[in-house]
């Protein structure tokens, strides 16, 4: 039995993994995906620094685990993970970033993002409620985040969209070879991604090498559009 830690990306909640997680539970194995505080459901108030305290919530969750765990992060929360990887190395058995953001120590998300400015969500940001944060336009996060799935399916995980804060996206990871760099890497790119372009996910894996790299043919959210294939390749390195 393996025990996964699922991390969804900016905008995201938990919600993201729920026809993923049945099957590898299905398979024997613990998962866990949580909200990562004041996203989802989690209603708490952002701080000034939530990259520092969503990576604290998830080294958390890794070293009470009980065993280290295979720790998924999607899009934005690829940089959380290196980031856990960072803090608590023997707490993780593999890293798997799920057509995320892979960071070289020193940089942030907007540093990659910022190459690339006609590719993903950048044009459709628009300014939350609350000052600092940012939220998608509704009309255009479906060709955005969910282009290879159906328009119900599509509707459905737009309306469950929330603020995201944009100090998760210019705070730079600190990141050593001594300590995340111990830690194997797996990268899942997704062809048809249209928030993270294949030419984009390469590029990092090209400035970052990962020990296992797995395509899928899928849009920017495979828990959705190709959930028997996303289950399938996380359970392959469960074994």
Request: glycine fraction near 8%.
């Amino acid at each position: 039995m393996a025990t996964f830690v699922l991390i969804h990306g900016a905008w995201h909640g938990g919600w993201c993994w729920e026809r993923v997680t049945p099957l590898l539970v299905a398979k024997g194995h613990r998962v866990i995906a949580p909200d990562l505080p004041g996203m989802g459901a989690d209603l708490r108030e952002h701080g000034s620094d939530p990259l520092g305290d969503w990576t604290d919530f998830v080294a958390e969750l890794a070293t009470s685990a009980g065993e280290p765990v295979i720790l998924v992060g999607h899009s934005l929360g690829g940089v959380v993970i290196s980031e856990v990887a960072e803090r608590v190395p023997e707490a993780i058995d593999r890293l798997v970033y799920l057509t995320a953001f892979l960071l070289r120590s020193g940089q942030s998300l907007a540093d990659v993002a910022n190459r690339y400015p006609d590719i993903g969500p950048g044009p459709a940001l628009r300014p939350a409620e609350v000052d600092g944060e940012v939220i998608v336009d509704p009309h255009q996060a479906v060709g955005i985040f969910y282009n290879a799935m159906s328009a119900d399916d599509a509707q459905a995980a737009v309306d469950r969209l929330v603020a995201q804060p944009v100090a998760a996206f210019t705070k730079p990871v600190t990141l050593t070879a001594e300590r995340f760099g111990r830690v194997p890497r797996v990268y899942v790119e997704a062809t048809d991604d249209r928030a993270i372009s294949l030419e984009m996910q390469r590029e990092m894996q090209a400035a970052l090498p990962c020990d296992t790299v797995i395509t899928l043919k899928c849009d920017h959210s495979p828990f959705y559009s190709a959930v028997p294939e996303l289950a399938e390749a996380l359970l392959t390195l469960a074994d």
